[in-house]
């Protein structure tokens, strides 16, 4: 998110978001989510939010990327305890075609780039 050319602030870094809260009191607190529910200036929440937004999903992404790799590793046929796409399937509650279709794209992840000139 850009800053305006009109805005007299100097631009922000981003820094992740912290996904961890404090430890709660004794007391039960009303269910929070980030503190969002808290922000009463709808800019600011729109703002916050979509930082949420964007961080859940590339962190969804980068965790999809490890799924692929460790399915390729766990059916990599030159492990003597190498699974089948069913086996691989079951233990990450995908269906059989579409765990072929993760080891598949895992083994594109692990192959070494090569640099095109």
């Known amino acids: 998110m850009p800053d305006s050319p009109e805005s007299s602030e100097p631009p922000r870094r981003l820094r992740p ?8 009191s004794a007391e ?4 929070r989510f980030f503190d969002l529910e808290s922000i009463e200036d709808p800019a600011e929440l729109l703002r916050r939010s979509t930082e949420l937004a964007l961080a ?6 980068r965790a999809t990327d490890f799924q692929a790799v460790a399915a390729a590793q766990l059916a990599d046929p030159r492990r003597f305890d190498a699974l089948s796409d069913a086996e691989v399937a079951q233990r990450a509650d995908w269906t059989p075609d ?9 083994r594109t992840l692990l192959q070494p780039r090569r640099h095109e000139d």
């Open 28 to 31: 039960p607190e009303p269910e």
């Open 56 to 61: 859940f999903r590339t962190a969804a992404e």
């Open 17 to 24: 978001v912290q996904l961890l809260f404090e430890p709660q």
């Open 98 to 106: 579409y765990a072929a279709k993760m080891i598949e794209y895992g």
